[in-house]
């Protein structure tokens, strides 16, 4: 009834004019992908793209695309994520390895969101996988699935997951209070990447397809370094990479969470601003008893620390997008409040 409810809505508002389209009903019918649906063979005009350190999603793998309207460019933007023109759509499907050791073994996809950037704004719709894995369907009110893998330790491993409803796609992607994508920026997509005649940087890849503009050699391009390969950035750079990605899109100025005083981007530099030694605004049960958001060298004082490893929905951070614990995102921020001097 609900789904009805929703394209009576949009269909609505599709004919009377208002700038929305009106929603498929099935993630095939948008032609992004060619041959069988789930090898995520992308269509001509579909680029994959890649992260270099992405948002943590109960250990779901993604995979991305992006695709802009025909005869359109992004412009190089070195500070933000890139900003793409009307018509554009991001693609990003969940998977699990059944056997993360083995990708032989196949995988499950459980969902694929789309970000279609109407002249309206961005809207986000969601398509839910079906068990024979032949298409996804428009899901609007959420739902929760459980997802059994082998993780690559070798441990079986079984959760529920959650596949966000229309609204709470707004609790992570709000900015100013419009709906924006988080991740493809410059920094994030400074990386190389295995596309189908061969690995390339992807920004170098995107200025060869005619996708962007104004792009300065590679070596004065910020980059993020990889948060669980050391050979890419210091542990700082790393944590503050992981945190970055995983807590900013909300704690920011211009975040949801705005109003807490928290500002976990990477390019934050005051400390207080940064939570070190910095009283939580209205944490209540979410302090854990603990006095500071940071605590330098004392990890297990601090609140950050108490709420990333939560799994109570009431204390937990992010508060959305996971059910179960980042256990190595974790101990990567735990060394690097370990490691801060007590200032």
Known sequence: MLRLLFFTLVGFLWLSGKPTQAPKENLSDYGFFVGNLANQQPA??????????????????????????????VAYNATDVLHFPVG??????????????????????VETRL???EESGWKALTYVWNSAQTDAALEVAGETTEVAYVDAEGRKQRHGYVVPNLNQCKG????????????????????????????????LHWQKAGMLTGLPDLKDCPKTPVWNRPETGSLDARARAWLDVNCAHCHRPDGPASTSGLNLSVDE????ALGIRKTPVAAGRGSGGREFDIVPGKPDASILMYRLTSTDPGVMMPELGRKTTHREGVELVRAWIKSLPDR
């Open 44 to 73: 001509p005009g579909v680029v994959p793209y890649a992260l270099n350190t992405p948002l943590f999603s109960d250990y779901a793998e993604k995979l991305r695309f992006v695709t802009l309207p025909a005869g359109q460019t």
């Open 115 to 117: 970000l279609i950037h």
């Open 172 to 203: 992570c992607h709000n900015r100013s209070e419009r709906l924006k994508p988080i991740g493809p920026s410059v920094r994030q997509l400074n990386g190389e990447l295995a596309y189908a005649d061969g690995a390339e940087n992807q920004l």
């Open 88 to 109: 554009t759509t991001l693609i990003k499907t969940f998977f699990y390895p059944n056997d993360f050791r083995d990708e032989k073994k196949g995988r499950r996809l």
């Open 269 to 272: 530099t005051a400390p207080t």
